[in-house]
């Protein structure tokens, strides 16, 4: 080999590095950010991956997915999102709070966000109208309110002599506020009184159980809230020593034990998601795509722990629910 020949062989060689990683910096990374906890997110995620693949992306592949799990520890947010918009990550995918949502929207206005609210999400800011969100942000909306309805309507159906409902909610998720009167009113409407108990420490929780010991309530109903899903076994744990008639926001609660849950489809919402993230890697503007309604639902009742409380479940109800565990 000529020494030409030889020192243009090396200056190829020492370009190898820097061409795999130029192919490396291409894959698109999609940071998925939840304030649940890595262990209740099995689910979520084989769902979320589901979509992405039926959009033509495998993770590890042709994309990267990076995740963050926030715990209810919601005062992380404005560092993580400064960071991945710093990164310049592809898609912020927010599926399970309202407030990653809020947060990735003021912290960009040029990432596209996928979220998962279940809030208007034009009241909320994110988008200019559900058909035509206009901005850097597209999702699924959960229908929060008939939600909140029909599941304490089912409460009454199993505990129908119920009066007093206990109401446990996180005043640490901003959202909260505008979400409890809607509970309340439902609440109202067929003849229930609530009571509001505080939680967003897992002792908070220990000493809301201590003053519903005291009070005994007919009934809890437990808000939709991330942090209040990542503490279900304590929560179920703690409803069976009282021995209280509760509903959850998920089926994970009954999974765990709990009563009964009613909610939408999350397995469906979070493959929805997926699809959506998938699309704008493929060149999608979420501008252009339309805001997603909710329309599946779940009904999950656990007879084992109905019959722990000496309850009887209407036949009506077990025929109707999506899913009964023995």
């Known amino acids: 080999m000529r020494r030409r020949e030889f020192i243009a062989g ?119 109208s559900l058909a035509r969100p206009r901005g850097n942000a597209t999702g699924i909306n959960r229908f929060s ?31 909260t506020k505008p979400y409890l009167p809607e509970v309340e009113e439902a609440a109202r409407a067929i003849g229930l009184q609530t009571h509001v108990l505080n939680a967003s420490t897992s002792g908070e929780i220990d000493a809301a159980f201590a003053a519903l010991a005291r009070e005994r309530p007919d009934a809890l109903f437990v808000a939709t809230d991330t942090f209040l899903t990542s503490r279900r076994v304590q929560l179920v744990t703690l409803a069976a020593r009282e021995r209280i008639p509760a509903s959850y926001s998920t089926r994970d609660f009954v999974a765990a034990g709990g009563l009964m849950s009613y909610a939408t489809d ?20 979420p501008a252009d795509l339309p805001v997603v309604q909710s329309t599946k639902f779940e009904l999950a009742i656990n007879l084992k722990t109905a019959k722990a409380l000496g309850l009887t479940i209407p036949e009506t109800l077990l025929a109707t629910a999506d899913e009964v565990i023995q």
């Not at 689910?43 to 992306?57: D, T």
């Not at 939600?147 to 409902?165: D, S, T």
């Not at 959506?276 to 999608?284: D, E, W």
């Open 10 to 128: 090396l200056g190829s060689a020492a370009a190898w590095p820097m061409v795999a990683r130029a192919q490396q910096a291409a894959v698109p990374v999609i940071a998925y950010v939840s304030g649940g906890s890595a262990d209740a997110a099995a689910g979520p995620v084989a769902a979320f991956r589901k979509g992405l693949g039926e959009s033509g992306y495998v993770e590890g592949e042709k994309v990267t997915v990076e995740y963050h799990w926030l715990e209810g520890q919601f005062d992380r947010l404005p560092a993580l999102m400064a960071d991945l918009v710093r990164r310049r990550v592809a898609v912020i995918a927010t599926p399970d709070a309202i407030i990653t949502s809020i947060e990735a929207k003021a912290a960009t206005a040029t990432i596209p966000i996928v979220f998962g609210v279940g809030e208007d999400p034009v009241k909320l800011g994110l988008v200019a």
């Open 145 to 175: 309110e008939e939600v909140n309805a029909k599941q304490l309507g089912l409460l009454h159906e199993v505990v129908p002599k119920a009066v007093r409902v206990a109401v446990l909610s996180n005043p640490a998720n901003v959202y």
């Open 266 to 285: 999350g397995a469906d919402q979070l493959r929805r998601i997926g699809i959506y993230t998938g699309r704008i890697l493929k060149g999608a503007k």
